[in-house]
């Protein structure tokens, strides 16, 4: 099987398009340097190799199973957390006071990356383990995280967020669960939670739930909600002992397999004990940590899987022959490698396009949430306003365009894309999750329209703009992609003149008609900014091509960025066109 990403491409993002190195002349990174970067990579790569590719297919195969109260996961799934536990990959980008490395979110996410792309399914285990031990780490007392953390960072403990319920779905709103006050510093958990990824396996020592509930005579909707840790067993006179904590049974998903996703039952028929996070009725604003951590996880998740299938269906396409060119009449010559049909050459250079082009978006983000660890000011205050912008449109472009780029490599290989024999319908399954986890579509688009657009007054689509401004300008001066600066500029304004007419229908009070379209806003938001990350690393291309010096294969490396960059800006940006027209159209039909 092909590998599943190109190293040279990350290499290309973290040290030519995001300066990673850069980051090490602050005092939060200072410890680093560039060459141990590398080596982390280095060690992803390792990882990857011997636990993860292996078992991939296996691990679909033999889904976990809920056997006697207790889930029966893949075994190759715990070797892998115990490595990534022993080699503090867990919480390496923690903070060094909460047992972590600082390591950047930027190389954190491209060793998030490495792994992914082998295995998209058992990464979950860590990642949720990270997410949950960050949250304890960031709000819980100094109680609370010294008696949960080190364990989580450790591997042995893993670690789930438990938000949706049975009656709720993905409405917070209408979260049930309560937690009843029992005077000693601890609350008795009632309720039930669905779809909780790695609710529960057969080997961690202890699984921590971080639980949405209801204190008693808290506020109704999302303003008395609170958050606490509920683990499956709990501490008593030095000893773990069974906290109520059921395991009612596993969804049976279409893809991602290894990774179980658990129907949980709390206090039914015993004590459930749960610790609470933070202040009362402050646990959403709390898990927005978490699940701003995930959304970036999830969109990740778009983007490595979509990997993984262009890599494959790349290798494919340079060893299956069938047909002949257009231009050839003669049956008797042999047939082509199918590389050279130019639909299928559109289908791989599509999948790239994406892939490449939600890297460098969601690196984008990383990198903003690096800055506002280690920057100061205005430069901070900027990171913080566009990493709060853009991470609804970094979960949600890779998840719903890694679904479609995925698909086109599945079409590459034709009939044999559909079958067991080869791994392509398997990642078809695994990443059409993808636009559903962490939050929909839907609910993603609302969210870029009705909030993140319009608060603080348009400032952060304001200051994006600058941003964009700056890399159109910087294109402008460059004969290879002064063409494509250009369209940007034209989709920039257009953008503009769309959100501006959208505005100007909630200020007129008409809220169905403004929110209405937001599923569609979100996609041509996602074209525009995908497009300037392009117009990024085309930038960049242009600049080493021109300074010359290169190998050949260099040389072929920024060609083939270029040329990309423009398949971009030819098959991709004018949809914007449709979009656009659609969004500017203020009649609103439904069918109910």
């Known amino acids: 099987m092909a590998k599943e990403y190109d190293r040279r491409n990350l290499d290309f993002l973290l040290k030519e398009v995001f300066h990673v190195d850069s980051l090490c002349k602050y005092p939060r990174f200072a410890d680093y340097t560039p060459d141990m970067f590398d080596m982390l990579l280095d060690s992803a790569d390792l990882i990857a190799e011997k636990y993860l590719r292996p078992i991939y297919v296996d691990s679909d195969r033999k889904a976990a199973e809920l056997v006697d109260g207790v889930v029966q996961v893949h075994p190759g799934v715990e070797p892998y957390m115990k490595e990534m536990g022993e080699s503090g990959m867990i919480g390496v980008t923690f903070d060094l006071e909460h047992g972590g490395q600082q390591l950047p979110s930027l190389v954190g996410g491209a060793h998030e990356f490495i792994r992914g792309a082998a295995h998209n399914s058992i990464v979950m285990f860590t990642g949720l383990s990270h997410g949950a031990a960050h949250l304890i780490a960031s709000f819980g007392s100094k109680e609370l995280a010294d008696k949960f953390v080190p364990n989580m960072l450790s591997g042995k403990w893993a670690g789930t967020m438990c938000l949706t319920e049975p009656q709720a779905g993905s409405s917070l709103n209408d979260v049930t669960t309560s937690a009843?006050?029992?005077?000693?510093?601890?609350?008795?958990?009632?309720?039930?939670?669905?779809?909780?990824?790695?609710?529960?396996?057969?080997?961690?020592?202890?699984?921590?739930?971080?639980?949405?509930?209801?204190?008693?005579?808290?506020?109704?909707?999302?303003?008395?909600?609170?958050?606490?840790?509920?683990?499956?067993?709990?501490?008593?006179?030095?000893?773990?002992?069974?906290?109520?904590?059921?395991?009612?049974?596993?969804?049976?998903?279409?893809?991602?397999?290894?990774?179980?996703?658990?129907?949980?039952?709390?206090?039914?028929?015993?004590?459930?004990?749960?610790?609470?996070?933070?202040?009362?009725?402050?646990?959403?604003?709390?898990?927005?940590?978490?699940?701003?951590?995930?959304?970036?996880?999830?969109?990740?998740?778009?983007?490595?899987?979509?990997?993984?299938?262009?890599?494959?269906?790349?290798?494919?396409?340079?060893?299956?022959?069938?047909?002949?060119?257009?231009?050839?009449?003669?049956?008797?010559?042999?047939?082509?490698?199918?590389?050279?049909?130019?639909?299928?050459?559109?289908?791989?250079?599509?999948?790239?396009?994406?892939?490449?082009?939600?890297?460098?978006?969601?690196?984008?983000?990383?990198?903003?949430?690096?800055?506002?660890?280690?920057?100061?000011?205005?430069?901070?205050?900027?990171?913080?306003?566009?990493?709060?912008?853009?991470?609804?449109?970094?979960?949600?472009?890779?998840?719903?365009?890694?679904?479609?780029?995925?698909?086109?490599?599945?079409?590459?290989?034709?009939?044999?894309?559909?079958?067991?024999?080869?791994?392509?319908?398997?990642?078809?399954?695994?990443?059409?999750?993808?636009?559903?986890?962490?939050?929909?579509?839907?609910?993603?688009?609302?969210?870029?329209?009705?909030?993140?657009?319009?608060?603080?007054?348009?400032?952060?689509?304001?200051?994006?703009?600058?941003?964009?401004?700056?890399?159109?300008?910087?294109?402008?001066?460059?004969?290879?992609?002064?063409?494509?600066?250009?369209?940007?500029?034209?989709?920039?304004?257009?953008?503009?003149?769309?959100?501006?007419?959208?505005?100007?229908?909630?200020?007129?009070?008409?809220?169905?008609?403004?929110?209405?379209?937001?599923?569609?806003?979100?996609?041509?938001?996602?074209?525009?900014t995908v497009a300037w990350q392009w117009l990024k690393q085309g930038n960049v291309a242009a600049a080493a091509i021109k300074a010359g010096g290169l190998s050949a294969d260099e040389l072929a490396f920024y060609q083939d960025k270029i040329h990309t960059m423009k398949f971009f800006f030819h098959y991709e940006v004018p949809k914007a066109l449709g979009l656009s027209k659609r969004l500017m159209d203020d009649e609103i039909l439904t069918i109910f």
């Not at 460098?360 to 990198?367: A, E, I, R």
């Not at 992609?481 to 250009?486: E, F, G, L, P, R």
């Not at 100007?504 to 379209?517: C, R, T």
Request: contains cysteine; glycine residues 12%.
């Open 180 to 528: 009843k006050d029992l005077g000693d510093g601890t609350y008795s958990i009632k309720g039930q939670k669905i779809f909780i990824s790695g609710g529960d396996n057969h080997f961690s020592e202890n699984i921590i739930h971080l639980v949405l509930a209801r204190l008693e005579g808290a506020p109704a909707g999302t303003k008395g909600i609170s958050l606490l840790v509920v683990p499956k067993k709990r501490m008593e006179n030095g000893q773990l002992v069974q906290n109520e904590v059921v395991s009612l049974g596993v969804y049976h998903k279409m893809g991602q397999k290894a990774t179980p996703a658990l129907h949980l039952s709390f206090g039914d028929k015993g004590p459930s004990i749960g610790y609470l996070v933070g202040e009362p009725n402050k646990g959403l604003k709390y898990m927005f940590q978490m699940m701003n951590e995930a959304r970036i996880g999830v969109g990740m998740g778009g983007a490595y899987i979509a990997s993984a299938a262009y890599h494959f269906s790349k290798q494919y396409a340079n060893e299956r022959s069938q047909g002949r060119l257009l231009t050839n009449k003669d049956p008797n010559t042999p047939p082509t490698l199918i590389k050279n049909h130019p639909d299928v050459q559109r289908m791989l250079y599509f999948q790239k396009a994406i892939v490449e082009g939600s890297m460098g978006l969601l690196f984008q983000c990383l990198l903003w949430d690096d800055l506002t660890k280690c920057a100061d000011g205005e430069e901070k205050a900027e990171a913080q306003l566009l990493l709060d912008l853009m991470t609804t449109v970094a979960k949600t472009y890779p998840a719903e365009m890694g679904i479609l780029a995925v698909n086109q490599g599945l079409q590459v290989l034709g009939g044999y894309g559909y079958t067991e024999d080869f791994p392509l319908e398997q990642m078809a399954r695994d990443v059409r999750i993808m636009s559903i986890y962490e939050g929909t579509t839907g609910i993603h688009g609302l969210t870029l329209l009705g909030r993140g657009i319009p608060s603080n007054n348009g400032q952060a689509l304001q200051t994006l703009g600058k941003w964009i401004a700056k890399d159109i300008e910087s294109g402008k001066s460059s004969d290879l992609v002064a063409k494509y600066a250009d369209i940007l500029e034209v989709e920039v304004a257009n953008l503009t003149k769309v959100t501006m007419h959208k505005l100007g229908i909630a200020m007129q009070g008409k809220f169905d008609i403004y929110l209405a379209d937001s599923t569609l806003y979100m996609e041509l938001f996602g074209i525009v």
